[in-house]
């Protein structure tokens, strides 16, 4: 069983939410990325989302973008991303990470290192579960293999426009948990309509049957709650980088731990 499984085992056991903040690989400063996923991790959090930094980031509102601009001008790029990921696991043998971004420098890091080097290397470094927002299931056989053959799982988007056909396809192939986008547009864009994720988890529940994650527009406890109530999962993403951006370097962990117990405990509540 993969670390993404047993943890989602765990919490349902537990009857319990799963927290999952991102935090872009390099940000706010280019070495802090290791102990920032550590005080995560003891903040409450259960699985990481680690973003690869890109410099065309079709997904990713301007608060994600900033930040992957941010850590391009440090030069953290994929290599650094799987360094990170197995200086974390010195410490921490437990806590699924899953690295989330494009293709290309995937696509790069392949050309350079040859074919199925990043699921091997990704691996070996680590990681549990990859989510390329650009590939979508009926183009990314290949690479499905690869990971599968790695142990990795393949984490897919849905959207309030998936169509029926898309949710069964990703129901297929997709493994660990699938990530609902709650909002049409882009990270940290417009207002979360609760009402409607409570009534589109069913439609993708006929056909994923592992556990759906919910994020875009989470900003705050109560939000977060919202939607813990519906969904087996809580992904934040825009927010946790506007908590860190402007910090300096000795409050950029406590204060994000400081945010993250606050969306635990009302998880939890």
């Known amino acids: ?9 765990r ?11 991102y935090i872009t690989a390099g940000f706010p400063f280019a070495d802090i990325t290791p102990d920032l996923m550590h005080a995560m991790v003891e903040a409450g959090s259960d699985v990481i989302e680690l ?5 065309d980031p079709m997904a990713d509102g301007p608060v994600v973008q900033k930040a992957g601009e941010r850590a391009l001008a440090l030069g953290i790029g994929l290599k650094d991303v799987l360094e990170m990921v197995r200086a974390f696991r010195q410490r921490d043998a437990a806590t699924p990470v899953v690295l989330m971004g494009y293709a290309n420098p995937v696509e790069r890091y392949e050309l350079a290192n040859g074919k199925g080097a990043f699921a091997r290397d990704a691996a070996a470094a680590g990681v549990d579960g990859v989510l390329i927002v650009d590939y979508p299931p009926e183009e990314c056989e290949e690479f499905a293999a690869q990971l599968k053959a790695q142990g990795l799982d393949l984490i897919f988007l849905l959207a309030p426009t998936s169509t029926e056909q898309r949710i069964q396809q990703v129901g297929r192939v997709a493994s660990g948990y699938v990530y609902y ?12 309509d609760t009402a409607a994720v409570e009534e589109a988890l069913p439609r993708i529940r006929k056909h994923v049957k592992i556990p759906v994650g919910v994020g875009f527009g989470i900003r705050d406890a109560v939000s977060a709650k919202a939607v813990g109530r519906v969904a087996d999962a809580v992904v934040i993403g ?8 402007d910090l300096p370097r000795e409050e950029v962990l406590p204060q994000l731990a400081a945010f993250l117990r606050e969306i635990r405990a009302a998880l939890d509540s």
């Not at 069983?1 to 085992?9: D, K, L, Q, Y």
């Not at 919490?11 to 903040?21: D, E, F, S, V």
């Open 1 to 9: 069983m993969s670390r993404i499984a047993a943890t989602f085992e």
């Open 11 to 21: 919490l349902a056991q537990a009857r319990r939410k799963a927290l999952i903040p």
């Open 51 to 55: 973003g690869v930094p890109f410099s």
């Open 181 to 192: 986008v709650s909002l049409k547009g882009v990270t940290g864009a417009g207002h979360l």
């Open 238 to 245: 825009s927010k946790v980088i506007q908590v860190v951006e």
